[in-house]
């Protein structure tokens, strides 16, 4: 549109050859002509400022956006980091708690093998007299309690090797769904940097657009002026 400007103004100011006979525009229908000219530019100057005030609106509600996605994920990765030091502890506790296991199952075998042997070897004991029938007794007795103790000990453990097995599933089942909400996000924000770029460069076109029209308006505006000071 500026550039057809050009040729307007070109055809109305440059004076016609006098070998060539044509009846030239009178300068007040110039004028007329150069304020239509003006009015379009002024009305495109006008209509290219409301596109830039639009996709400059519009490149905020992104920038917005964008930043509201990126403090997401820095939330989201800091939950991460904070799951995965959690199952690790779980993994050592759980660690722990199978090694405790194994202990209390092998001394659990051993008494129950001295009991055994306690009643084979007992009543041998009472008739050489090596120990009397109370003491036989009282040594059974304890080893009892100590084997009800060692069960205790060890059911303790399956219900706590239990509770940690849970707990870490679930902390396994909680970082894969972290890990995927940040993937999302993470392809959202892409989508988003695109967004923001494109309307950077057609809020760029229509900052170069206004200037253009801007520049041609203010040309009408010179040659306007020239005519009616002839």
């Known amino acids: 549109m500026a550039r057809g400007l050009v040729f307007l103004l070109a055809a109305l100011l440059v004076p016609a050859w ?23 530019q002024q009305d495109q100057a006008a209509a290219a400022r ?3 005030e639009e996709l400059a609106g519009q490149l905020a509600v992104l920038e917005r956006e964008l930043s509201a996605r990126q403090r997401q994920q820095a939330d989201l990765r800091k939950r991460l980091w904070q799951q995965r030091q959690e199952l690790e502890q779980r ?9 405790a296991q194994e202990a209390a199952g092998l001394q659990l075998q051993r008494r129950l093998i001295a009991n055994y042997q306690a009643g084979s070897t007992g009543l041998a004991n009472i008739l050489f007299s090596a120990v009397s029938l109370p003491e036989l007794l009282e040594f059974q007795e304890n080893l009892g309690r100590l084997i009800h103790h060692d069960r205790q000990l060890m059911a303790h453990h399956r219900r706590l090797i ?40 057609l809020l760029r076109r229509a900052e170069n657009q206004r200037q253009l029209y801007l520049r041609a308006q203010q040309e009408l505006e010179r040659a306007i002026e020239a005519l009616e000071n002839r």
């Open 50 to 52: 409301q596109r830039q």
């Open 162 to 201: 239990g509770d940690l097995e849970t707990a870490r599933q679930t902390l396994e089942r909680q970082q894969e769904a972290l890990e995927t909400t940040i993937a999302l996000l993470r392809l959202s924000q892409e989508e988003l940097d695109q967004a923001r770029a494109r309307h950077a460069i």
């Open 18 to 40: 006098p070998a060539v006979a044509r009846s030239e525009p009178q300068p007040h229908q110039q004028i007329q002509l150069l304020r239509e000219g003006l009015a379009a």
């Open 91 to 99: 993994e050592a506790e759980l660690h722990q708690a199978r090694r």
